[in-house]
């Protein structure tokens, strides 16, 4: 079953891309032009969004370098320990609306720090699953075709994101406590 799952995904790409094209040459559109047109638009997309990006990289970064995030870790252990939230998490859980890879380095520190199969990697592997990187979904796409509006976009979506991380927090506590 291994090798016939191995094989499928070597073959998925190469057998999308030549429907695509046969189905281009079929409805008679011209493929590879259509293709570069789109490619000069997505590079067109990329430098409106660059500024974006660049900034939220810059704000968790210096969260990060400055100890911030972790002194309030430490300030917070307490509260956290009484409700089974390991305080290694808390960095995670604050960064993670802002930058995946912000967010996926600071899950890495839990891992190796704490072991994979401990209850912090546990609960920082749901959490990462459980949660979006809003910030930067809403500056990307928003950016990209110009929507300068959107505080009810990020109310909602730091709110999914709250709502995630409770429910992450509620499983792992009544799964793995």
Not at 13 to 36: A, C, D, H, N, R
Not at 110 to 120: E, F, L, R, W
Not at 128 to 138: A, D
Request: aromatic share 8%.
């Amino acid at each position: 079953m291994k090798e016939i799952l191995n094989t499928l995904s070597n073959l998925i790409l190469p057998l999308i891309i030549l429907i695509i094209m046969l189905s281009g040459f079929f409805k008679k559109v011209p493929v590879y032009e259509t293709f570069t047109e789109g490619a000069k638009e997505g590079l067109k997309i990329s430098f409106k969004i660059i500024p974006c990006l660049v900034a939220i990289m810059a704000a968790v970064s210096m969260l990060r370098a400055s100890g911030a995030i972790e002194t309030l870790a430490q300030f917070l252990s307490g509260p956290l320990e009484a409700l089974k939230i390991p305080a290694d998490t808390l960095p995670l859980m604050l960064t993670r609306s802002l930058s995946g890879g912000a967010t996926l380095g600071i899950f890495s520190d839990v891992v190796n720090a704490n072991g994979a199969n401990s209850y912090a990697a546990k609960l920082s592997a749901v959490i990462v699953g459980s949660s979006e990187t809003t910030f930067y979904v809403l500056s990307v796409y928003f950016g990209a075709i110009g929507i300068k509006k959107f505080r009810h976009a990020v109310l909602t979506g730091v709110l999914a994101d709250i709502t995630g991380i409770i429910t992450a927090i509620i499983v792992c506590n009544w799964l793995m406590a």
